[in-house]
């Protein structure tokens, strides 16, 4: 379909709603994926079902493309419609190619950040759909992390027979929204009838580890598997309690069972893409789920994928915990940046964005340099997207084509937001030869065998560019006990803002001096990981002083106004 343009420009769920959607079973037929395979949601949605899944396993591989971006900033940078328009772009010029996204959260939808089906002509649909309730996926997670949490109280509440200290029971509780007033709270008060009191809270569900472990599970038995390894707590001699131990990763198994078939629905030109998993970057691994990601690659020839916000966070958690765990080899990665967030990084205003200024452009593409660099230490080639506003100005833009060419790589100009496909066919003629040069050799930045502390330090140094790691006491030796217990080649996970590659969000551009502080470590035993908690971030958002939530309401149609 050519997407049609006006003088003044839709609203993204304008341009969602104009669309001509088709039935989901000819998006599937251009993946030659039949009817039968789909277990539908509606006309416009499907998954994919696990027999059909598991027949995938013998085919050849394509091409794994990642979208990464620049450290994001309140100008934006449009990393998601960016894949959406590669993708789009893709198909345009006669690829068979298919995106995978990440599933959105209702915490960002209704707090600051807004949906996650990207914008303008290069969206994925039902954007209504995607961005709230969707198929199901995230309640499930949510149900099953808190079933896990209310089987820890239960069986403390019948007498403990596994021993457990509630002095160090870890497994907190869920939910999909942003709510501060639950990050810490004391819990079974009103008497005995009411459980054991104790100090715990809330995470958001993005950041559960049932979140992370359906997202890299490869099918059922490695996802039962996972639910098990989950450590819940600790007895009093330190040893693990876990949730195979409480007998709850069955049950916990069955609520996930179709959580963990992959989505399929369409871009606004009826291309396909799997929208699966969604793990926060920021403190979570950032990437759509293993499942979703196989499958694609198995049914088309170029697959577009993202990992969430800048690639100092979500890139890195891609190459060194997906790809690690899920052996793919990605043939090339892209890199978002727009002139906007370049002159933010350069020290401009957000109210003065719209001025030209190319000193602050260049200053700005320190950032960018930076992450063009670390994208291609882990041996995969890299091109710059240029992401258009209308405000941008041809000195301008070639300022940004000058630093892309000073850090080794190529930058293209792209206008899919308003084009859709037509604007990038450019960046898809680029992308599909550089990941058809056979130049990839990936590896990861560290090894199995290096320690835990080693791999944070590794991470700090090589891609943050900071000075020095510190830590406090208790957490080396959180640290030396997962080494002891046998959790050392496990990769990290870092936690830490994602405005910065320093730990403090007001430090733009690309700092070299900074600490790193690591405050918490936590084991994820069932995803594959120790998350290492930086700085001031949070696991549990709370809501800005107007969040998005007091615009969205339902228009005399029933329908949804004001989501992004």
Wanted: charged share 25%; with cysteine.
């Amino acid at each position: 379909m050519e997407p049609s343009f006006v003088a003044e420009p839709l609203s993204d769920i304008a341009i969602a709603r104009a669309a001509q959607k088709k039935p989901i079973a000819a998006i599937a037929a251009r993946l030659d994926i039949p009817e039968d395979a789909l277990i539908p949601y509606g006309r416009d949605k499907a998954k994919l079902d696990a027999a059909f899944l598991d027949g995938l396993k013998d085919r050849p591989d394509g091409k794994l493309i990642l979208v990464t971006a620049i450290n994001p900033t309140p100008a934006g940078e449009g990393k998601t419609t960016t894949t959406v328009g590669l993708g789009d772009g893709l198909n345009r010029i006669g690829k068979r190619a298919a995106i995978c996204l990440r599933e959105p959260s209702l915490g960002p939808c209704f707090g600051q950040k807004g949906g996650a089906a990207g914008g303008g002509y290069a969206q994925v649909i039902p954007m209504e759909d995607i961005n709230l309730h969707f198929t199901g996926d995230f309640h499930a997670i949510t149900t099953a992390h808190n079933l896990l949490a209310a089987m820890v109280d239960n069986h403390l509440h019948w007498g403990n027979a596994l021993g457990l200290d509630p002095r160090r029971i870890v497994w907190r509780r869920v939910m999909d929204m942003n709510d501060r007033a639950l990050r810490d709270m004391v819990q079974s008060l009103g008497g005995p009838a009411n459980g054991l009191p104790r100090e715990s809270g809330f995470d958001i569900t993005v950041a559960s580890e049932i979140m992370a472990i359906v997202c890299l599970a490869a099918d059922l038995d490695d996802l039962q598997e996972r639910l098990g390894r989950i450590v819940i707590g600790y007895r009093p001699d330190k040893s693990r309690v876990t949730a195979r131990d409480l007998k709850a990763d069955g049950a916990m198994a069955a609520l996930l069972k179709d959580a963990m078939l992959p989505n399929l629905v369409q871009t606004v030109e009826n291309n396909p893409a799997f929208v699966h998993g969604g793990p926060f970057a920021n403190i979570a691994h950032g990437c759509n789920s293993v499942v979703a990601t196989r499958a694609a690659l198995k049914l088309a020839d170029y697959v577009v994928t993202e990992a969430g916000f800048g690639a100092d966070l979500g890139a890195e958690k891609f190459f060194d915990i997906k790809c690690r765990q899920a052996g793919l080899k990605p043939a090339a990665t892209v890199i978002v940046a727009t002139v906007r967030a370049l002159k933010m990084n350069g020290g401009v205003a957000k109210s003065e964005l719209g001025a030209e200024n190319v000193e602050a452009v260049r200053r700005g593409a320190a950032n960018l340099k930076r992450h063009v660099g670390n994208c291609i230490s882990f041996g995969v080639p890299a091109i710059v997207a240029i992401n258009h506003f209308g405000t941008d100005t041809d000195a301008e833009i070639e300022a940004v084509r000058e630093a892309a060419a000073e850090a080794g790589v190529e930058a293209v100009l792209c206008r899919h937001w308003a084009e859709g496909s037509a604007g990038a066919e450019e960046l898809a003629e680029k992308v599909a030869s550089l990941a058809d040069s056979g130049r990839a050799r990936f590896k990861p930045i560290y090894s199995d065998e290096t320690s835990l502390l080693g791999k944070i330090e590794t991470v700090v140094k090589d891609i943050y560019h900071g000075a020095a790691v510190t830590a406090e006491p208790a957490v080396l030796k959180a640290l030396d006990g997962f080494q002891a217990d046998g959790y050392g080649h496990f990769p990290v996970c870092m936690a830490k803002t994602q405005y910065s590659f320093s730990t403090d969000p007001a430090r733009l551009g690309a700092p070299t001096d900074h600490i790193v502080h690591v405050r918490e470590v936590r084991l994820a035993a069932g995803a594959g990981f120790v998350v290492a908690i930086c700085g001031d971030i949070l696991t549990m958002p709370g809501l800005p002083r107007q969040p998005a939530a007091e615009r969205i309401f339902l228009d005399a149609e029933g329908r949804v106004e004001g989501l992004f």
